[in-house]
Structures are given as structure tokens and as C-alpha cells.
């Protein structure tokens, strides 16, 4: 609608649309049929049957036909572009040869260079030219160009004018905390469409987009990767490390970048190389994909959400001896052999993670690695005008039944003033100390006390 007017309807072009949006592409055989069955279509539709057998060929052929016949160049519209080679990414001989398929029928559209006029492809991850686009030379990526970077999602403008009647007897602020936060280097940040609808629908918050199922191949990977939950929150990566997916070589920042599980927080320049900082988008998926995580750790996948919601409960009542048990509870919970199986080498960090993950996946407000005037919290978790400030330490070995106490973690919380910065907001603050034992793999102690 907005370029209705500014745009010369009577220059009509012929246009081809290719969709690889359906069909089973972990059969090694499917792809080609597919792409025979759509282009039988075509040549239905314009009459320009070729009699070649083979994809690119009767891809080629008919651009050049419609070109000649209709004295207009082609426009070229490629949807879901690299579905067949993500379908297929735990079948990796299938993906590759998928991958090598696509790769010669999207060489054809640059050898018909003169035939077309615009080509268009869209995708869920970005395949680096060398891998997928080595005969298309002439793309231009516009993933991450400002320009474009509100393309595909709604605005906060969008949300406040087209929506406007849907919003009566909703949170605006809470609209925004679990549904906004995609970022392409725009000047603003974009609300999932798919989570948006449904919201305005349901008249409820939800994790609707989440709950359309996430990968298992992705929770697999972030554990036999060890990367866990505080992992997530402080990631960093180049635009080549973001386009470094292929089959067999995917980077765990790509594919969380490219999936919508991890967005860009920040664009950092240093010494002429450009970082990009990455972080959670909002709410729905740090929830969602750290109540995944936990499951995957669990021995039984409904102790994480029977605990979640316990601690919220606790947190709540200020219950901080409850919460000290429930911690215990969940930590026992974890099966011996999953720690043996991911070697870990940094006991502080991995507690952390589950902590964290735990807290995450309860919908809590958490914060990693805190700055203050004096150093960094570890954890912080806001909860209905109160903090809570976490410091973890651990210990070669902590007797069990013996009670003890995590003196050094509460000491460094006094010391450093940690609660200095949270007293303005008025607030009750809590100091948390918690220790781990190496030997057990457990909380050793656990104690709370005011700030």
C-alpha cells in the first residue's frame, strides 16, 4: 500500500515464483521431483514446454521463453530457498547433496543474466555465497542492511496505529518485553508478526512462536557444544562468523542468529573489524529456549518445570530456605553421567548456567554479570520491586550432612558494596551467597541475608 502511488503499474513484467516450502527433503530423491513438479506448472501455465530433462535446463529455457514472448525481462521469486538443505541437516549426505543441487539450479539464474530483471530469495538462515552461491556472483545480501532491516517484522508504530483496536485491555509495556527485539541494524528494533496475531487473538501472553516447536538438532548441539545458559547472554561474532553456516560447518552464534534465537544488541567497530554483540530478543525466547535446555539436563523432563514454578513461588513468599532446598532438589536431579559426558573444565561457570537457566526459564528478571562501581554481581534477579544478588563460588569438596557456610561468596558481596547500586530504587535488596562442591556436584551451601 505504501508504494501504491509511486510506482508505474503499467510496466508489467512475467514473473517465475519457485517455493520450496513443502515436501519431505530428507528423501535423497524428493528435491528434484519437487522442483519438476513446479516447474511442469509453469510450463503449463505459459505454454512453454521444453522437453529437457533436467532442472536447470528447463529452468533456463523457460526464462529465456517468457522473456522473448513476452518482450519484458523476467522477475525471479525464490522462497524458502534453503529449506531442502536445513530439512536434511541431521541426514548431512542427504543436505549436501541437496545443497549441490541448489547450487546449479541458482547458478542458472546468473547465466540467464539477460533474461532477468530482478531476482528475489528468501530463507531462514544465510548461506555464505562460497557455500551455496558460488555461480550467483551477483547477489546483494541485504540481511543486514539497515534499509531493510524492518522488512519482516511490525513496528512499534505498526503495534500503536494499524493495531490500535486490538490493544485496549492489553499491557503495552508487556507487548513490548515479550514480543519486540529483533534487530537487523536498524534505527529500531521489530515485534515478531506470527507472536503478535496470535496475542491479539488469544487475548493472553504466550510463547506462540516457541511453541511451534524447537529443533532438537539445536538443544543437542548447545549441549555437546557446552554451551549453556549465561553462555547465550554474553555471545560476540563477525558478520563472517554470522554467515558461517553450511552443512557440516555451522557455527553455533550463526545458527542462533539465523534460527531468531539470539539477535544483534549492539554494532561494535575496533581497529577497522566490526563485532557484533548478541543477546536473547525478549522474553518468549529466553524463557522458552532456557525451559528447553533445563529438560534436556533433566533425567525427567518435568522435574525443570515443577521446580520453575516452585521457584517463583519462594521468591515471591521469601522463602529463601525453601529456595536453598528446592535448589538442592534440582541439582540431585541432574544425572551423573551427563556431566561426565560434557567434561567440564569451569565448575563456577557451569552452576552458573543451570542457575541462570533455572531462573530464565521461570520468566524471572535476570541479569548476568551485573556491573557495578565495584565489580560484577554474577546474578541479579528482579522480582516485584525486590533484588536478589547472587555470588557462587566453589570447593574441591564439602563434606554432605555437614552444614557449612559460604563465608568467602557473602564476604565479597559486603565487601564490595554490590547492594550500593539497587538501594535507590527502594526495594528490598538480598545477598545470596551460594556454594558448590566439585565432589558432589551439588549446592554445598546456600544463605541468604539483607543487604
Given at each position: 500500500?505504501?508504494?501504491?502511488?509511486?510506482?508505474?503499474?503499467?510496466?508489467?513484467?512475467?514473473?517465475?515464483?519457485?517455493s520450496?516450502?513443502?515436501?519431505?527433503?530428507?528423501?535423497?530423491?524428493?528435491?528434484?521431483?519437487?522442483?519438476?513438479?513446479q516447474l511442469?506448472?509453469?510450463?503449463?501455465?505459459?505454454?512453454?514446454?521444453?522437453?529437457?530433462a533436467?532442472?536447470?535446463?528447463?529452468?533456463?529455457?523457460?526464462?529465456?521463453?517468457?522473456?522473448?514472448?513476452?518482450?519484458?525481462r523476467?522477475?525471479?521469486?525464490?522462497?524458502?530457498?534453503?529449506?531442502?538443505?536445513?530439512?536434511?541437516?541431521?541426514?548431512?549426505?542427504v543436505?549436501?547433496?541437496?545443497?549441490?543441487?541448489?547450487?546449479?539450479?541458482?547458478?542458472?539464474?546468473?547465466?540467464?543474466?539477460?533474461?532477468?530483471?530482478?531476482?528475489?530469495?528468501?530463507?531462514?538462515?544465510?548461506?555464505?555465497?562460497?557455500?551455496?552461491?558460488?555461480?550467483l556472483?551477483?547477489?546483494?545480501?541485504?540481511?543486514l542492511?539497515?534499509?531493510?532491516?524492518a522488512?519482516?517484522?511490525?513496528?512499534?508504530?505498526?503495534?500503536?496505529?494499524?493495531?490500535?483496536?486490538?490493544?485496549?485491555?492489553?499491557?503495552?509495556?508487556?507487548?513490548r518485553?515479550?514480543?519486540n527485539?529483533?534487530?537487523?541494524?536498524?534505527?529500531?528494533?521489530?515485534?515478531?508478526?506470527?507472536d503478535?496475531?496470535?496475542?491479539?487473538?488469544?487475548?493472553?501472553?504466550?510463547?506462540?512462536?516457541?511453541?511451534?516447536?524447537?529443533?532438537?538438532?539445536?538443544?543437542?548441539?548447545?549441549v555437546?557444544?557446552?554451551?549453556?545458559?549465561?553462555?547465550?547472554?554474553?555471545?560476540?561474532?563477525?558478520?563472517?562468523?554470522?554467515?558461517?553456516?553450511?552443512?557440516?560447518?555451522?557455527?553455533?552464534?550463526?545458527?542462533?542468529?539465523?534460527?531468531?534465537?539470539?539477535?544483534?544488541?549492539?554494532?561494535?567497530?575496533?581497529?577497522?573489524?566490526?563485532?557484533y554483540?548478541?543477546?536473547?530478543?525478549?522474553?518468549?525466547?529466553?524463557?522458552?529456549?532456557?525451559?528447553?535446555?533445563?529438560?534436556?539436563?533433566?533425567?525427567?523432563?518435568?522435574?525443570?518445570?515443577?521446580?520453575?514454578?516452585?521457584?517463583?513461588?519462594?521468591?515471591?513468599?521469601?522463602d529463601?530456605?525453601?529456595?536453598?532446598a528446592?535448589?538442592?532438589?534440582?541439582?540431585?536431579?541432574?544425572?551423573?553421567?551427563?556431566?561426565?559426558?560434557?567434561?567440564?573444565?569451569?565448575?563456577e561457570?557451569?552452576?552458573?548456567?543451570?542457575?541462570?537457566?533455572?531462573?530464565?526459564?521461570?520468566?524471572?528478571?535476570?541479569?548476568?554479570?551485573?556491573?557495578?562501581?565495584?565489580?560484577?554481581?554474577?546474578?541479579?534477579?528482579?522480582?516485584?520491586?525486590?533484588?536478589?544478588?547472587?555470588?557462587?563460588?566453589?570447593?574441591?569438596?564439602?563434606?554432605?550432612?555437614?552444614?557449612?557456610?559460604?563465608?568467602?561468596?557473602?564476604a565479597?558481596?559486603?565487601?564490595?558494596?554490590?547492594?550500593?547500586?539497587?538501594?535507590?530504587?527502594?526495594?528490598?535488596?538480598?545477598?545470596?551467597?551460594?556454594?558448590?562442591?566439585?565432589?558432589?556436584?551439588?549446592?554445598?551451601?546456600?544463605?541468604?541475608?539483607?543487604?
Amino acid at each position: 500500500m505504501a508504494i501504491h502511488d509511486r510506482w508505474d503499474w503499467s510496466v508489467r513484467h512475467p514473473v517465475v515464483r519457485v517455493s520450496f516450502g513443502s515436501g519431505n527433503f530428507k528423501d535423497p530423491d524428493h528435491l528434484a521431483a519437487n522442483l519438476a513438479a513446479q516447474l511442469d506448472a509453469h510450463e503449463r501455465g505459459t505454454d512453454a514446454a521444453s522437453g529437457y530433462a533436467a532442472g536447470p535446463d528447463r529452468f533456463a529455457h523457460l526464462l529465456r521463453t517468457l522473456h522473448e514472448r513476452e518482450g519484458r525481462r523476467v522477475v525471479v521469486l525464490v522462497d524458502e530457498y534453503d529449506k531442502p538443505i536445513l530439512d536434511a541437516l541431521d541426514a548431512p549426505e542427504v543436505a549436501r547433496a541437496n545443497r549441490d543441487f541448489l547450487r546449479g539450479l541458482y547458478a542458472t539464474i546468473k547465466d540467464c543474466d539477460a533474461h532477468v530483471r530482478f531476482t528475489l530469495l528468501t530463507g531462514v538462515s544465510r548461506f555464505s555465497k562460497v557455500s551455496l552461491f558460488s555461480g550467483l556472483n551477483n547477489l546483494v545480501d541485504i540481511t543486514l542492511e539497515p534499509a531493510y532491516s524492518a522488512l519482516c517484522g511490525y513496528t512499534e508504530a505498526d503495534l500503536d496505529t494499524v493495531f490500535a483496536p486490538e490493544l485496549p485491555g492489553l499491557d503495552r509495556d508487556e507487548i513490548r518485553r515479550w514480543y519486540n527485539g529483533y534487530n537487523w541494524l536498524g534505527d529500531e528494533k521489530v515485534y515478531n508478526p506470527f507472536d503478535v496475531l496470535l496475542l491479539f487473538r488469544r487475548r493472553k501472553f504466550g510463547a506462540w512462536w516457541f511453541e511451534t516447536g524447537t529443533p532438537t538438532f539445536l538443544i543437542d548441539m548447545l549441549v555437546q557444544r557446552g554451551v549453556g545458559s549465561l553462555a547465550l547472554e554474553r555471545m560476540t561474532a563477525t558478520d563472517a562468523l554470522l554467515s558461517a553456516f553450511d552443512v557440516g560447518a555451522v557455527g553455533t552464534e550463526a545458527l542462533l542468529f539465523q534460527t531468531g534465537y539470539l539477535t544483534i544488541e549492539a554494532e561494535e567497530h575496533r581497529s577497522g573489524n566490526t563485532r557484533y554483540r548478541l543477546g536473547y530478543p525478549n522474553r518468549e525466547v529466553r524463557q522458552g529456549l532456557n525451559e528447553s535446555l533445563l529438560s534436556r539436563l533433566a533425567d525427567n523432563p518435568s522435574d525443570p518445570v515443577r521446580h520453575r514454578l516452585r521457584l517463583y513461588d519462594l521468591l515471591e513468599a521469601d522463602d529463601f530456605d525453601g529456595l536453598g532446598a528446592l535448589l538442592k532438589a534440582f541439582f540431585a536431579g541432574i544425572p551423573y553421567p551427563w556431566h561426565v559426558r560434557n567434561d567440564i573444565a569451569d565448575y563456577e561457570g557451569y552452576y552458573a548456567s543451570v542457575f541462570h537457566a533455572l531462573f530464565a526459564a521461570a520468566g524471572l528478571d535476570v541479569v548476568v554479570e551485573d556491573s557495578t562501581s565495584r565489580g560484577r554481581v554474577d546474578l541479579t534477579v528482579r522480582l516485584d520491586g525486590r533484588v536478589c544478588l547472587f555470588e557462587f563460588k566453589v570447593v574441591a569438596s564439602a563434606p554432605e550432612g555437614v552444614p557449612r557456610r559460604p563465608t568467602a561468596a557473602l564476604a565479597q558481596l559486603r565487601e564490595r558494596g554490590y547492594a550500593d547500586k539497587y538501594r535507590a530504587a527502594g526495594g528490598p535488596v538480598r545477598l545470596i551467597a551460594v556454594e558448590f562442591s566439585k565432589q558432589t556436584r551439588n549446592v554445598a551451601a546456600f544463605e541468604a541475608a539483607p543487604a
